[in-house]
């Protein structure tokens, strides 16, 4: 699990501390920098996988810019900052990153200016855009050794520590970074009207996939019946969903492949034979649900996942019953992925449990030089 992160020089992040629980709820005024926390952590995540470019940042759902955009430029600030500084901590283990712009002009691989890797007490490696080194374990007839390394400014040390110390926490930190992504579903990419721009498995970043990762299931029916009951508990119109060809598939009296299945939910009010409903006519508040439990119980959902915006397109009852929900699951179940929510909804905040220390709510504004600042709320809730 990751314990904290801290943010320096990132877009409205100017100096952030994220004090980060099983469970972790951001809320705040529309351009307080909420989703700016999340995307830090994505880059983060890319830093930690060893490589910074459009591509990487794309794949973990944070928004593209020229790297100017992402360094922070406030006019209280007396220049733009060379670098962004990001660190994250779990038990036993931090990554520190310090980046720059693209070593040269035409390429889109962001400079490593300086890192460092720590595992309990003990530097397993570190650079700056120059020089670095990594600790060699001890082997037989052999002890451990301080090694010099000429590092690529376009490429980190992470994989190659990971490579040789990657069994302690310090690996399995830079596995939960590298994972991370963040899920904003929009209401035409669930409808699958067009195509998800970032259909990582096992669900598009923009809430493209459903029917795709319905038929993944199929491998793990027990799953699939949860994420039916879970989905179905909060919704009083629905009572089972299905796949089936697309008509243009159908016209070609093949096996329909994941591409060309189509999800619809049954209207238990409708006539039987009449009462399945397409995606894209279905209730979208219907696919938000079933979207969020996919992604919650499916076996290969990132162990560390951000979702902006947990509310939108759902009544503030249902908003409510869902976070609840997640809750519950997140905090009981060991197997399930922190994660992290942004949330506008006063109902979705209510439904954060008082006094337990693995639940964050966090409430970001912005201060009088337009910083983005953070503080732990105390919540309220039955």
Not at 147 to 159: E, H, M, R
Not at 347 to 374: F, K, M, S, Y
């Amino acid at each position: 699990m990751i314990r904290k992160v801290c943010i320096q020089g990132f877009k409205t992040g100017a100096d952030v501390t994220l004090e980060l629980g099983r469970l972790t709820v951001i809320a705040g005024p529309n351009g307080s920098g909420k989703t700016n926390l999340l995307e830090a952590i994505g880059l983060l995540g890319c830093a930690a996988s060893g490589r910074v470019d459009y591509a990487a940042l794309g794949a973990r759902g944070v928004r593209l810019g020229t790297p100017v955009l992402y360094k922070s430029a406030l006019r209280a600030q007396k220049r733009v900052l060379r670098t962004i500084t990001l660190e994250a901590e779990s038990d036993g283990a931090r990554y520190r990153v310090g980046l720059g712009n693209p070593v040269q002009r035409a390429t889109v691989s962001w400079m490593y200016a300086n890192e460092a890797l720590v595992e309990g007490d003990r530097e397993l490696g570190a650079r700056s855009s120059r020089k670095g080194h990594f600790i060699q374990p001890e082997k037989p007839g052999l002890k451990e050794q301080r090694q010099p390394i000429a590092p690529d400014q376009g490429a980190g040390l992470a994989p190659l520590i990971q490579s040789i110390h990657g069994g302690g926490a310090l690996g399995g930190l830079l596995r939960l970074l590298a994972g991370y992504a963040i899920y904003a579903p929009s209401t035409p990419f669930l409808r699958a009207v067009c195509p998800d721009p970032a259909a990582r498995p096992p669900l598009g970043l923009q809430g493209g996939g459903l029917a795709e990762c319905a038929y993944s299931l199929r491998q793990h029916p027990e799953v699939w019946r949860r994420v039916r009951e879970e989905s179905f508990s909060l919704m009083d119109w629905a009572s089972d969903v299905r796949l089936s060809a697309s008509s243009d598939w159908l016209v070609r009296r093949g096996a329909a492949p994941p591409s060309h299945l189509v999800l619809s939910l049954r209207d238990r009010h409708i006539a039987h034979d009449i009462g399945w409903i397409g995606a894209r006519e279905a209730a979208e508040g219907g696919l938000y649900v079933l979207f969020m439990f996919m992604l919650l119980l499916h076996p290969a959902a990132p162990r560390v996942l951000a979702i902006d915006n947990v509310d939108r397109a759902l009544h503030p009852a249902l908003a409510g019953r869902l976070v609840a929900r997640m809750r519950q699951i997140v905090l009981s179940e060991p197997d399930r992925p922190q994660l992290l929510l942004t949330a506008q909804s006063p109902a979705a905040l209510d439904a954060l449990p008082p006094g337990d220390d693995r639940v964050r709510l966090l409430l970001a504004e912005r201060d009088g030089t337009g910083a983005t600042v953070v503080r732990r709320a105390e919540h309220s809730g039955e």
